[in-house]
């Protein structure tokens, strides 16, 4: 899996899976379905390696497992400037 998260400095953040998963599913017909749970943008710094979601397995509606979402690159904002009072607005 691998997606690009928008970041509050127009940067396109790289995600990627950092684990795999592998599930024995019983014979049969079975609904196997994904979940991605990812934020909408990213605020703040980022760090190579931060966990920033994850893909959800979901076998007949139950959770068997899942995979962690991480940045590829790390993203640094500068403290002062309009960054600072996006911020600032948006955490208080």
Sequence with gaps: YSYDLPHISG??????????LSVIVPKGDHDIKEYVVLPRYIIGNIKKGDELGYVEFRLDGEVVGRVPLSSTESVSVKEDGIFKKILNFIFG
């Design 11 to 20: 940067a396109k953040i790289r995600i990627t899976n950092t684990a795999e």
